[in-house]
């Protein structure tokens, strides 16, 4: 089983979330991380203040411990019909595009709740 993890996920792992850290860590292969994401935690860290050094810093480490996936034109295309059947918000369902039974995501967004191949950690 390979897991994929949301922007939720690395906030919450740089928000020191003992939960999100230790599965991180402590995980036997790297996880997936969709490019999308890294987009949204860049904007994330900036409101909570971190300076660019610190957002550069953590967007390596998501580089080094994960496997970044670049979305293609089948995702995208993927995700606009996920948001209209779930009604995620369209970054969410970018996200959810790559999720099947083999690759499960991990979050503790309340958006992912009810679905399929999820992961959740309160």
Known sequence: MAYLLDSFAWLEYFGQNSDFVAFIDHASVPPYTVSTSI?????SLYRKNF???????????????SVVLD???????????????TGLHFADALI???????????????HFKSLDFV????
């Open 39 to 43: 987009a949204e935690i860049i904007r």
């Open 119 to 122: 992961h959740f950690i309160p």
């Open 51 to 65: 300076k660019p050094e610190e957002i550069a810093r953590a967007v390596r480490f998501i580089q080094d411990k």
């Open 71 to 85: 979305v293609d034109a089948a995702h995208a295309t993927a995700a606009g019909h996920l948001a209209h059947k």
């Open 96 to 110: 959810y595009a790559f999720v099947d039974k083999d690759h499960v995501i991990v979050t503790g967004d309340p």
